[in-house]
């Protein structure tokens, strides 16, 4: 028997990265298939059918005296010739010179398809390439070709592969473009597109290629194991014609806008947002609670001290023809490191940017709405059924109605609430619109349709478990999550402004100096325009604009006063109202843009709110600031993404720097032929998921992580793990043209990480990618790592775990309406958001499955949600469900047993309630419970 291509002696150790890392995959005994050797099913790419016949080049070996060789001649053409094989050169009269020549080594015919893989059965064959019979090749031989190219597979797994990269390497000096995420058959396997001209020379040995007239391009002892030791290629395949997609060209982000998410980049580009005010979320490398008037006094004076106004109080332009900052940025809340500014230029925000100690600088996120509408024909629980259930019907015959105990509910709309005063709701329910503090004008901001009346309905199920109690139900901006610390420190007593309001007070005293001016202005022109009664053209004309700018000044200075006015009355009004709450209901939520881990200043606020509070001393007599703390018992609805949510740990045994969203002894969904991806579909409201996601479709993809600090190098430029995001999308998923796991590329995060949260021993990142879906299609997600700096030393060179949370927010979307979800890899176990991640917030949720639970990826034996509320309950208006709903009626439940007596700021543990069940009133606690007494 002939033996294969003779090795190669020698080799030299490559230097790429990429290899180093299989190399140490390799040392480590890591396997090296991951995905693709999991399992041994049929395959899972589909293919187009070759055609009946193929063309194919045959490449032999016989080494053997004249004799010998003619006997092995005679036995590979009965093999040929029992496969069906006709050779194109059946007519050449040189063709039985080959049987002799020691040097002849090709064959070149037909053979049908079916059996073309067969002529491999011979020994002698060493390799082989075929295409499809009258294949159209290119006429420019530049052009690529798409090809198939399968390797020699009898390794183990960590050899395998990097024997795969070695041959891959091989080939890029012969043009070949390898293509995205197809299936490598555990290494065995190569796809992509090479240069026509070059096509003829995968029947050669690979190792000789590419050559001179006398020389290999690499001499054979500087070629690397197991690349060096035999011919790699068994088969070339020339694939179907498909023009290959044209290659993904990322965003390049230029310096200036380096520390800004996609979105902010994309509002600053757009022409038509140039004078629109722009409010924005900027995160610093240190907290600055205690810093907040140097935070002022950086916003009302500027950039440079040497911009001055004219004598018209018109900003004078600096030299980069912006306007200095004193012309409208406030500070309109902050906590911790997070701080909302308003700049009145959104050009300021760029140049706010370049300031040493801004971490990143963002749009605000938008809160997610936890209350969603039940699809047809779906209907919400009967409301005696859910009350009898959970005992509160028995709870409300004794007295124990929330009487007595006044409970804010937070949502962002509570349109038609007015209209349920009295019927659904509590005849004295308030409502506090705190959107008035972010206008200027203080006024409210306009209701968004998308969430209209959400709020209604969880304040309605607060009704329902608590109908006596004092609502006050408190509308707040969805993407201003500092509101919610400005609620509670008014509640607790440590404030009567918040950092809204003591801006518009600034804005206020701005616009009050600078009218004042002005109506000095006017008046002394009007003075001297009326002092000359002539009757010329000019000196009328001057007359009427004189009256004319002082009309103006005086009707601004009216409207000035009534600004003075409402924000009087709404000062007054926030404290009087806010003050005295025992139970404090939020039906938002957030999955992004603040740390996850119970580490946003949200959740870390929460958690304080648990430890009783020491009592105030009063400063006067009748301060309302003074007496006792009772505490607050915050009811925090959990996480409503569902299937939008995977967490898990960054698995990437094979060292391919692509993560792994499962671990390599997982089987393989239906629709994955590598766990390196992801695929997202789209889900119905009625639960329905289908593998395309729509034209139109606006969804952002983003994932955080946590890693500790670099004690070397204690900064966020470094990151142990620089994401990076992509999105594929499958060319041909039914495999009718092409086979299905071709691939294009269809977007790429540019910039980042972004980092969240900077301390001494860790820092929190976040990468994000915002997409428009063009094309109707199938898409996956690959989460890779970018460009990592060599250490400067191997023994600074760290090897980490971190455990990320990605998310799929579809923008495009109302409340209730379809989203982006994950359909290969879904984690409930990845968290219930923020700020249901705090030990101080009691945490509601629905016995659905899939769920989320959890205190997040980083939080694994944090127990939550800490009870499970109705899913639906049949309240005034159209039918609603979600944790949302559940909150606001175990919110209820808080206020019933507030009144009670039940003690702390968790009562549903003094009560005896069972952690992580359904909120049902223990029947010990009900038999000990004495009837209230009557006011």
Known sequence: MEEEDAPVSGCHPMTHARFAAVALAVLLGVSALGAQEREKDEPRVKEPARTEKVDVQIRYRIRADRDERVRQFRGLEKHLAALGFEDSRKEDPDLDLDILDPNAERFTGTITSAKVLSLLDDPRVQQILFAPSGYMYPEDRSKGVPIRVVLRADMIPTVQQAFHFQVLQQLEKLGFREALGYDTQGYKQLKGTIPYKYLDRLVKDLRTEPAGWFFTDTPTDRLPRPFADRNPVRWVEVMPSAEPPAAFVPEVVPPTRAKMPPDL?????????????????????????????????????????????????????GPDGLPSLTEGAALDGAAGNLASIRFDHPSDVERFAQFPDVLSIRLPRLASETVTPIPAPGKPAAASEVLKGSGVEAMLKLGYTGAGVKVLVIGTDFTGAEKLFGNGLPKNTQILDLTTELNPEILPSPADPNRAGLGTSAALAVALAAPDAELVLVRIDPGAIFQLFGIIRVVRKEATFSDALRSRLVDISNKTAELTKRKEVAITEYRLAFDDLADDEPTKARRVRAKAALDIVLAEQVALTQRIDRFNVFQKRVVSTLIGARVIVNTLEWESGYPLDALSQLSRTLDALAVPQPPRIAKRAGDPLAGPLPPIVWVQAASAAGATVWGGPFLDPNRDTAMEFAPPDQKLPPMNWSADMNFVGFQSPTGETVA????????????????????????????????????????????????????????????????????????????????????????????????????????????????????????????GE?????????????????????????????????????????????????????????????????????????????????????????????????????????EVWLKILKPAAKP
């Open 692 to 815: 395309d996601l729509p034209a139109g479709a606006k969804v952002r993809f983003t994932i955080q992580w946590r890693e500790p600090t670099d004690p070397n190098f204690p900064t966020v430029d470094r990151p142990s793990f620089p994401v990076v995001l992509r999105l594929f999308r499958q060319l041909d998923p039914k495999g009718e043209k092409i086979p299905s796991d071709e691939m294009a590329e269809e977007a790429r995060s540019a910039g980042g990480p972004y980092p969240l949260l900077f301390t001494r021993t860790y820092v929190v990142f976040e990468q994000v990618l915002d997409f428009t879906v063009k094309d109707p299609g199938r898409y996956a997600l690959i989460v890779a790592k970018g460009y990592e700096p060599e250490a400067l030393l191997p023994g600074l060179k760290r090897n980490i775990e971190v455990h990320p949370r990605i998310v799929i927010e579809t923008l495009s979307a109302k409340p």
């Open 818 to 922: 379809g989203r982006a979800v994950f359909r290969s890899y879904i984690t409930p176990e990845a968290g219930v958001g923020i700020p249901g991640d705090s030990s101080g917030a009691i945490t509601i949720g629905v016995p659905v499955k899939g769920e989320l639970f959890g205190g997040g990826t980083g939080l694994s034996l944090r127990g939550k949600p800490d009870l499970f509320g109705p899913d639906s309950i049949e309240v005034s208006g159209p039918g609603v469900r979600g944790t949302g709903i559940a909150t606001g009626f175990v919110g209820g439940m808080a206020a019933g047993l507030v009144q009670a007596g039940a003690a702390g700021a968790n009562p549903f543990k003094s009560a005896g309630f069972d952690p992580g069940k359904m909120a049902i009133m223990p």
């Open 265 to 317: 980049r994309a509002v600053l580009n757009d022409p038509a947002q140039k004078e629109i005010p722009l409010r924005v979320i900027v995160l610093f490398a240190e907290p600055i609670d205690n810093r907040l008037e140097e935070l002022r006094n950086r916003l009302t004076s500027g950039f440079s001290p040497t911009v001055k106004r004219d004598e018209n109080n018109n900003p004078i332009k």
